[in-house]
């Protein structure tokens, strides 16, 4: 193993309890992460000593909170490959990063008729805005299919952009573990003029992403999946494109000057980002990106590769056909998310089992109800993986499903 396991999980205090005798094995990091105490410290000590509304005060401690404020936007920036900070707006999370895309860019650019191209595997936070603005526009949707191995089927990839303006793909499957190569669908939806939007609430957190190497327009993350604090995401999009963009709320901190009849818009990237900012929060996951760089993405990612693998072949050997596992066989084109059915138990039932040993596992839809009617099942539970699982909790998992299957005498 390329991490030493042992050593960061002591940083996560959460992980040190037991819960009906069992030491906790979580494995729904792909929902949200688990906080590590640099983390928890920087919003503590900036509440212990510093804390005032950011860009307003002109007295000492102010001064202070937005100086470290802006020192996590641009930490963030850096920790995707931006080089200017002022692309990276801060929003409460990914999906209002995509909403604010639909509703700016969407609606200043998109008319009846006009194409927007998504995939089978999309969240519904990429799925909903573009639904609403298909119904408020009469723009057409269309979806990229999947190949039998859960990746993209792209061979109609041409037929697919035809007249499109818009690909909006994620970079990692939620469900899947799919990663997409997105620089050949950059270049594709370039070749007939669109714009691309990269959901990277999935793949920030576990794999070394780079915004400039994928040529994309917008890219949106999300802080509590990547060790940081819930009620913070963020946007990151060209300039050129954002200073275009008619402001998406308006209020407070978005504007230069406002009289009777009218406002004019502060500068990027304020000028998305209306009303008291997530303070405490933006340091945290300044701290969680600084806590990720030291341990370094490339490790991460490695860590994750071996491990998914162990946890593919132990499934397969304990449970071979008995278990479906919805996901790419390959680890070359997954990540840790791996979702898993036993076709005679629900997967709630299973998760219920599983939570009586103390391991967390999700059940349900995953906010992927299109890919869920595609797949043809209502549901999967779904194990996913982090810096701070080991093979000790692949293991837990197997013991556990075999108690499942016993359970329910299959
Ligand atoms: C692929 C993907 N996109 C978007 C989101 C939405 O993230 P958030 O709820 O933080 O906005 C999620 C969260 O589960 C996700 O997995």
């Known amino acids: 193993m390329s991490l030493d396991v042992a050593r960061l999980r002591a940083d996560f205090p959460l992980l040190h309890q037991e819960r009906n005798g069992h030491r906790l094995v979580y494995l729904d990091s792909a929902s949200s992460a688990q906080k590590p105490r640099p983390v928890m410290r920087a919003m503590d000590e900036l509440m212990e000593t510093s804390y005032a509304n950011v860009h307003r005060g002109v007295y000492a401690i102010a001064e202070e909170t937005t100086a470290k404020f802006e020192a996590a936007r641009r930490a963030v920036a850096a920790f995707i490959g931006g080089h200017d900070p002022a692309e990276l707006i801060f929003t409460r999370n990914a999906t209002e990063a995509i909403n604010l895309?639909?509703?700016?860019?969407?609606?200043?650019?998109?008319?009846?008729?006009?194409?927007?191209?998504?995939?089978?595997?999309?969240?519904?936070?990429?799925?909903?805005?573009?639904?609403?603005?298909?119904?408020?526009?009469?723009?057409?949707?269309?979806?990229?299919?999947?190949?039998?191995?859960?990746?993209?089927?792209?061979s109609d990839l041409d037929v697919l952009l035809r007249g499109a303006k818009l690909l909006a793909v994620t970079a990692m499957s939620n469900v899947l573990g799919t990663v997409n190569e997105i620089p050949p669908l950059v270049a594709a939806a370039r070749a007939v003029g669109a714009h691309v939007l990269v959901d990277a609430s999935q793949a920030a957190p576990h794999l070394p992403i780079d915004v400039q190497e994928w040529g994309a327009d917008f890219v949106a993350i999300t802080a509590h999946k990547m060790l940081g604090p819930s009620g913070i995401g963020a946007l990151w999009a060209r300039r050129e494109l954002l200073e275009a963009m008619p402001p998406f709320l308006g209020g407070g901190e978005m504007i230069r000057d406002v009289r009777k009849d009218g406002f004019t818009t502060n500068d990027l990237p304020w000028k998305f980002e209306a009303g008291t900012p997530a303070i405490t929060e933006a340091i945290g996951w300044g701290a969680a990106v600084e806590y990720l760089n030291c341990v370094g993405m490339t490790a991460i990612h490695d860590h994750e590769v071996v491990l998914t693998r162990y946890a593919l072949d132990a499934l397969d050997a304990a449970f071979g056909d008995q278990l479906t596992i919805y996901g790419p066989a390959d680890t070359d084109h997954r990540g840790g998310v791996i979702s898993f059915l036993f076709p005679e138990i629900h997967a709630h039932d299973v998760s219920q089992v599983l939570d009586e040993e103390a391991i967390c596992v999700r059940a349900g839809h995953h906010c992927a109800k299109p890919l869920m009617r595609v797949l043809g099942i209502p549901a999967t539970s779904r194990a996913s993986l982090y810096l701070y699982n080991d093979t000790d909790d692949v293991d837990a998992l197997i013991e556990g499903l075999a108690k499942a299957q016993k359970f329910f005498a299959i």
């Open 101 to 154: 895309v639909a509703y700016s860019w969407g609606r200043a650019n998109l008319v009846s008729g006009d194409v927007v191209v998504l995939t089978e595997m999309e969240h519904h936070a990429n799925i909903i805005p573009w639904q609403m603005l298909a119904a408020e526009r009469g723009i057409e949707l269309r979806w990229i299919p999947l190949t039998a191995d859960y990746r993209l089927d792209l």
